[in-house]
Structure formats: structure tokens, C-alpha cells
């Protein structure tokens, strides 16, 4: 089962894991949990369990089906190596994944520490983007752990951004998403932040995707920086160049 997305970097969401739990700030008002919650209420099967780390075994092996070339966020309502999935189920999404060169897969985890150990168990296909989130300096190390990750594409989501990220190790790095919090309780998101992180990935050549300022109404503040928009994409993707 795949979904279309609203995401702005990506086109396709497959989720064989729903829930998770939370453990770092950036986990503090997920976007996720909230619509999680709200599917329960209505009645939708998948999420009979709330946001509860749920594994749907049936999705494994979905993306075979699928005939047209996509970008597809893997599991956008989970975290694929959260302690709670066994490492034989990580497998099987990988094995689905190489199988499927076709499509381009993005994974994205806050557990880099847990990345870092299976990645050598895994067999890591060049249609597999692998990134870690970092909301603020005090999880840079997740950089770090990514970058011993043998991922052709590596990439960085700074979302929520909840403080400045300065001096971020972006020599094995191909791509930098930023973007703000949205919902009820966003947290502001600072503009010298943005500039700071753009600047860096200027100086090192790395792409850089600015989501959106974030807020109540994300649709009101938008994405715009210093007058434009800034959608580019990994130098080594084949379905996109740098803008």
C-alpha cells in the first residue's frame, strides 16, 4: 500500500510500520502520533493501536507491485530502527527495497546509534537514501553515526529546527532538509538559523531543501528564503538535479 504525499520532498509514503516512541526533543509534538490518533478515531484498521509501534508484515513486500517509478518515504508514521522492530524485519524492508530498483527509497531515523550497528548486516542498493534527523546541537552525533553508513545518498532532516546547528560535519553528507515546526504548539524556528545551515552546505556543496518556516498555519508562513525557493536535490539522484 502506497499513499501520494504532501511532503514536499518526497512523492510516495509505504509504511510496514505505524507508531513509535518518542526520545528525543525534536519527538516532543510529531506530527505523526497527532494523526495517528486521529485515524483510531476513525475507525482505520491499520491504526487500531494508536500510535503503539505496530509491524504490518503484509506491507513488506507492497513496492513489488508497484509498476511506475517513485520517490518513496519509508515508513513516515514510524522509525524503521526503533529498539521495537526486529532486525529480521529491517532485512526484508531492505530485500523489498534492492528488489525494486525503480523506485528511489528514503529512509529517516532518529536511532543512528542502532543505524550504525545493522548497516553492516544490510545490503545497502544505490536507490536507498539513508538520513537521520537533527532538530538541535544536542544530537549532532547522529551525523556522525550516518557517516558510517555505507549509503550512496545521505541525507540530513533539520525538522523540527528548535535550535542553531552550527559547524555541522557535512563531508559525507548529500543532502540538508530544513524546516519548521508546524501544528498547534510549533515552536519558533529562528530565520539566522535557516541562513547559517544554507550557508554551510553552500560552502561544501551539499544540496539544500528549505521545507517550510513552519507554525500554525504553515500554508500562511510558507517556504520562501531571502525571495526564493530552494528544492534542490542530491547531486548522485536520478530523478532530480540541483536547482
Known amino acids: 500500500m502506497s499513499q501520494a ?37 476513525m475507525g482505520a484498521a491499520r491504526y487500531a493501536n ?9 506491507l513488506i513486500e507492497a513496492p513489488r507491485g508497484w509498476k511506475k517509478p517513485r520517490l518513496v518515504f519509508v515508513n513516515s508514521m514510524s ?11 529491517i532485512q526484508r524492508v531492505f530485500s523489498t527495497m534492492e528488489a525494486c530498483p525503480q523506485h528511489t527509497f528514503q529512509i529517516l531515523t532518529k536511532r543512528s546509534e542502532r543505524l550504525r550497528h545493522l548497516a553492516t548486516h544490510l545490503r545497502w542498493p544505490p536507490n536507498v537514501w539513508m538520513g537521520v534527523s537533527v532538530e538541535n546541537a544536542r544530537v549532532m552525533h547522529r551525523v556522525t553515526d550516518l557517516a558510517a553508513v555505507p549509503a550512496v545518498v545521505r541525507f540530513l532532516s533539520c525538522e523540527p529546527l528548535i535550535g ?18 508546524s501544528g498547534p504548539r510549533a515552536r519558533p524556528m529562528k530565520e539566522e538559523w535557516v541562513r547559517s545551515i544554507q550557508e554551510q552546505c553552500r560552502a561544501a556543496a551539499v544540496a539544500f531543501f528549505f521545507k517550510q518556516w513552519g507554525g500554525v498555519r504553515k500554508d500562511l508562513t510558507g517556504r520562501m528564503l531571502d525571495g526564493r525557493v530552494y528544492d534542490e536535490m542530491p547531486r548522485r539522484s536520478e530523478i532530480g538535479a540541483i536547482t
Open 50 to 58: 494508536g500510535f503503539e509501534p505496530t509491524l504490518h508484515w503484509d
Open 164 to 181: 542553531p546547528l552550527e559547524d555541522i560535519p557535512l563531508e559525507s553528507i548529500d543532502w540538508v532538509i530544513v524546516g519548521g515546526e
Open 5 to 41: 504525499s504532501n511532503i514536499e520532498w518526497t512523492e510516495h509514503t509505504w509504511n510496514p510500520i505505524t507508531g513509535c516512541l518518542k526520545i528525543s526533543q525534536g519527538c516532543k509534538n510529531c506530527y505523526a502520533d497527532r494523526m495517528a490518533k486521529r485515524l483510531k478515531a
Open 79 to 89: 522509525d524503521l530502527f526503533q529498539d521495537d522492530v526486529p532486525e529480521e524485519f
